[in-house]
């Protein structure tokens, strides 16, 4: 099933095969057509790949983002390209140079050099009623970052989560780690949706969720 599809968003064929893409400038070496629009490469971002296995984030087209995890930019540079202002947090500083690049051509797009474990170092920048959270971090405690960054969601906007078992215990079983994250997230979330990507990245989980009105984060 396909998810319904903002404007921005759309299948076009590449190497003879229907992909998801956005039209803009290419960020990671993807092919482009003739009309500029650049295929989304669901084995290297979470996000494509959620939308390849029919999972509906919901997205409207120029939503107000606030991107955990951006990287080099390869996923948030598609967001961008479709959504409104769209905020990427990246903790390392090389990934960020290569960000800032991707920016270049997206004057939508706002690289913050910054830890998505402490909203309150970029609070002072980041609009608050965002639309979405879209998180995909590699570092323990995925949960507490959703929740501490449920600030900037709007009352009826959504957290789209990747969340990766490997980054909270190398050892456990997957399926378990999976349902204490999710366990977690209840403090602060309702959530709508969740399947596991397997076929395009192991190990990891795609969460939906919306804030819950009485949850709070920590």
Avoid at 30 to 54: C, H, N, Q, V, Y
Avoid at 172 to 200: K, N, T
Avoid at 204 to 218: I, N, Q, T
């Amino acid at each position: 099933m396909t998810p319904d599809l903002p404007p921005g968003i759309a299948r076009r064929r590449f190497d003879g095969r229907e992909r998801f893409a956005t039209r803009g400038e290419p960020a990671y070496g993807e092919p482009r057509d003739d009309e500029g629009w650049r295929a989304w490469d669901a084995s290297r971002s979470k996000l494509g790949a959620m939308l390849e296995l029919g999972i509906d984030p919901g997205f409207d087209g120029d939503d107000g983002v606030l991107y955990l995890g951006a990287a080099s930019g390869t996923t948030v540079s598609h967001v961008a390209d479709f959504a409104g202002p769209t905020y990427a947090v990246e903790f390392a500083p090389r990934p960020t140079r290569d960000l800032i690049g991707v920016a270049d051509s997206r004057p939508n797009l706002f690289p913050l050099l910054k830890d998505a474990r402490a909203p309150e170092t970029y609070a002072h920048v980041v609009e608050a009623g965002l639309d979405y959270v879209v998180q995909d971090v590699a570092t323990r405690g995925q949960a507490t970052v959703a929740l501490r960054n449920r600030r900037f969601l709007a009352p009826d906007g959504r957290l789209v989560a990747a969340i990766k078992a490997r980054s909270e215990d190398v050892l456990a079983d997957p399926a378990d780690v999976f349902a204490d994250v999710l366990d977690d997230l209840r403090e602060g979330y309702a959530i709508s949706e969740s399947r596991r990507l397997d076929r395009f990245h192991d190990d990891h989980l795609a969460v939906v969720a919306e804030p819950r009105p009485d949850g709070e984060g920590p």
